[in-house]
């Protein structure tokens, strides 16, 4: 069964830290660019991040970049978010998802999702 699942996130508080990881099954991710996005209530979903593959080069939300750090792990097939000094308009529910494309720019549609995480940012 090809499958992304997702785990981590939670509550976490500004400036402190919160990851995000997704294992996949049932298929390779080192073929395909992968990438974060996020939903937050009332909002339309928007890309977080995104990795290529096997350049492994990184892009990321203005909004994000410097606080949040993607990576992937293709030995474990697995793809992470390091979010750092959170912020309380980071509270969305966040999506893993992959793109039968190995660079980012290419990446339109994707075609796995993870089932979503909830990440609430709050002191």
């Known amino acids: 069964q090809v499958q992304l699942v997702e785990s981590g996130g939670g509550l976490g508080q500004p400036g402190g830290s919160l990851r995000l990881s997704c294992a996949a099954a049932?298929?390779?991710?080192?073929?395909?660019?992968i990438a974060w996005f996020r939903q937050a209530p009332g909002k339309e979903r928007e890309r977080v991040s995104c990795i290529n593959s096997p350049d492994t080069r990184t892009y990321y939300l203005d909004s994000v970049k410097g606080r949040f750090t993607i990576s992937r792990d293709n030995a474990k097939n697995a793809l992470y978010l390091q979010m750092t000094s959170p912020k309380p308009e980071d509270t969305a529910v966040y999506y893993c998802a992959a793109a039968p494309e190995r660079l980012c720019p290419l990446a339109i549609a994707f075609d796995y999702w993870g089932q979503g995480n909830q990440v609430t940012v709050s002191s």
């Open positions: 049932g298929f390779t991710l080192d073929a395909y660019a």
